[in-house]
């Protein structure tokens, strides 16, 4: 028997607002990830990524279609699902270490809990700070940390409850080019460790493919899945790996198709009719 998909997604459908202001967020999606994929969605903004992104994590419902997780359609948010927003939203009143132990799970189940509950939770958050190296601020406040130090703090947390699936989106967006690639090389040891599932959704090419077993590039008006590519690249990965010609190639391929889709290209058409335009009135 085949290994189920971790997930699936079947003619989903999503419409905002309704009648003259409706906008078709997404048009018939379909896609199945499987137990421990790392895939990368990347295109335009406003294509639609963290609307799909939203609904696997059950905060957002469908217009028509399905989503399912372990072959059981999604019925809201769950702790097997866990996700990372590109702002930090950590508690500025608590330290690393109470951040990173505030989880769902462990809220939920706190009336029932036993000191060896409280053991394991003590355990694992130290595993997790060590993961995400941050053992050597436990105590820290948020607001004494930088951004990427806050983004592992989040990431750590999102961890906590052991999820099968992380959902990121756009979760280094904020970070500059050096402390993502740091971030990069982390978040694929993490993969690799925990044995998760991820979803990361991302406006930026080389991140999608460095990080990526499979890229799902989404392109807007109606917000919809446009092509879906495997990355040509070893499980293990380097940042070296960026200047090989199967990911320029690939690369440029994913640019192309973005222009495409995005009407990008019809913008730089019209730009270079009007200078040519400019340029005869001058003469
Ligand atoms: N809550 C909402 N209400 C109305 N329109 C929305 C809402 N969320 C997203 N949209 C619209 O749906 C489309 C897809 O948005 P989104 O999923 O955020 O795209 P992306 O993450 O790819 O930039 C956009 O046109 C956006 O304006
Ligand atoms: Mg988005």
Redesign the pocket.
């Known amino acids: 028997m085949n290994t189920p998909a971790k997930i699936e997604i079947n003619a989903v459908y999503k419409t905002?607002?309704e009648g003259a202001k409706a906008?078709q967020?997404l048009d018939n999606a379909n896609l199945a990830i499987q137990p421990n994929e790392f895939v990368t969605f990347v295109?335009?903004?406003?294509?639609?990524?963290?609307?799909?992104l939203r609904m696997i994590g059950g905060l957002e419902t469908q217009s028509s279609g399905e989503i399912r997780v372990n072959g059981q359609p999604i019925d809201g948010p769950g702790v097997d699902r866990a996700m990372v927003f590109q702002h930090y939203s950590l508690y500025p009143w608590l330290s690393v270490t109470d951040n990173i132990k505030f989880c769902r799970q462990l809220k939920a189940h706190s009336r029932d809990r036993t000191s060896a509950d409280v053991e394991k939770a003590a355990g694992r958050a130290d595993a997790l700070l060590h993961l995400m190296g941050l053992s050597h601020v436990p105590t820290a406040y948020p607001n004494q940390l930088s951004g990427g130090m806050q983004q592992r703090v989040a990431i750590a947390r999102a961890l906590m409850s052991r999820p099968e699936i992380l959902l990121m989106?756009e979760p280094f967006g904020a970070l500059d080019a050096q402390t993502r690639e740091v971030m990069h090389d982390l978040i694929r040891h993490v993969h690799r460790i925990e044995g998760s599932t991820i979803v990361f959704?991302t406006?930026d090419v080389e991140e999608a493919i460095y990080l990526g077993q499979r890229i799902v590039l989404?392109a807007?008006r109606p917000?919809r899945i446009d092509t879906i590519y495997e990355v040509p690249l070893p499980a293990e990965r380097n940042q070296d790996m960026k200047l090989s010609p199967e990911f320029l190639a690939l690369k440029r391929e994913i640019l192309v198709r973005i222009r495409e889709t995005s009407g990008m290209k019809t913008d730089l058409e019209q730009l270079e009719r009007l200078s040519a335009q400019a340029n005869q009135s001058e003469a």
């Open positions: 905002f607002n906008i967020a295109g335009a903004s406003g294509c639609g990524k963290s609307t799909l989106d959704v406006h989404m807007p917000g």
